[in-house]
Antibody
Framework: QLQLHESGSGLVKPSQTLSLICAVS??????????WSWIRQPPGKGLEWIGY???????YYKPSLKSRVTISADRSKNQFSLNLNSVTAADTAVYYC?????????????WGQGTLVTVSS | EIVLTQSPGTLSLSPGERATLSCRAS???????LAWYQQKPGQAPRLLIF???SRATGIPDRFSGSGSGTDFTLTISRLEPEDFAVYYC??????????FGPGTKVDIK
């Protein structure tokens, strides 16, 4: 059974960089044609797609976040990460990692439990 | 960017009743690109429906999806106590980007 687990700093100061890791178990991020995604949810609000990285290493980001976001993968550790720089209070959210099935499928079928990141001085 | 609008914002119903949730897109979306999720408080979203009408693994048959073009519907035929939650639609725009709708909360009347 595929499992995803987010970890990282729960408190980030304004203007600094938010960094999260998603550890994947029960499957490899390097195979299967899947893409590994980040999605966030501000408290009491809806879901916002951030971006994803394919097993090939190609990345795609939400246009409005593209200038601040980097998603990368560490295949030796079977994990992928999110860096979001120049954060403000508007970046406070629960951050989820999720698997996207890749070409031919257009949905997120496995999700982590989410981790709350608060941006505050 | 394709914008998804969900209605109603909140649906107050009793167990056993039928729930009909709407998702409208600002431009036409391929049925293959439309999915629905259920989210309960403190939990991650769970995939319910993909390709607009296909149930995900383990999803009861009281959940069904339909629609095409710009109008899609999620129907819960008879609400069970565990179905009271927030439901989101999600679309893929064909150019590697995704968006979610704002959600419909189904609560107990």
């Amino acid at each position: 059974q595929l499992q995803l687990h987010e970890s990282g700093s729960g408190l980030v100061k304004p203007s600094q960089t938010l960094s999260l890791i998603c550890a994947v178990s029960g499957g490899s991020i390097s195979s299967g044609g899947y893409a590994w995604s980040w999605i966030r949810q501000p408290p009491g609000k809806g879901l916002e797609w951030i971006g994803y990285i394919y097993d090939s290493g190609s990345t795609y980001y939400k246009p409005s976040l593209k200038s601040r976001v980097t998603i990368s993968a560490d295949r030796s550790k079977n994990q992928f990460s999110l860096n979001l720089n120049s954060v403000t209070a508007a970046d406070t959210a629960v951050y989820y990692c999720a698997r996207y099935g890749g070409s031919g499928t257009y949905y997120f079928d496995y999700w982590g439990q989410g981790t709350l990141v608060t941006v505050s001085s | 960017e394709i914008v998804l609008t969900q209605s109603p914002g909140t649906l107050s119903l009793s167990p056993g009743e039928r729930a009909t949730l709407s998702c409208r897109a600002s431009q036409s979306v391929s049925s293959t690109y439309l999915a629905w999720y259920q989210q309960k408080p403190g939990q991650a979203p769970r995939l319910l429906i993909f390709d607009a009408s296909s149930r995900a693994t383990g999803i009861p048959d009281r959940f069904s999806g339909s629609g095409s073009g710009t109008d899609f519907t999620l129907t819960i035929s008879r609400l069970e106590p565990e179905d009271f939650a927030v439901y989101y639609c999600q679309q893929y725009d064909g150019t590697s980007h995704f968006t979610f709708g704002p959600g419909t909360k189904v609560d107990i009347k």
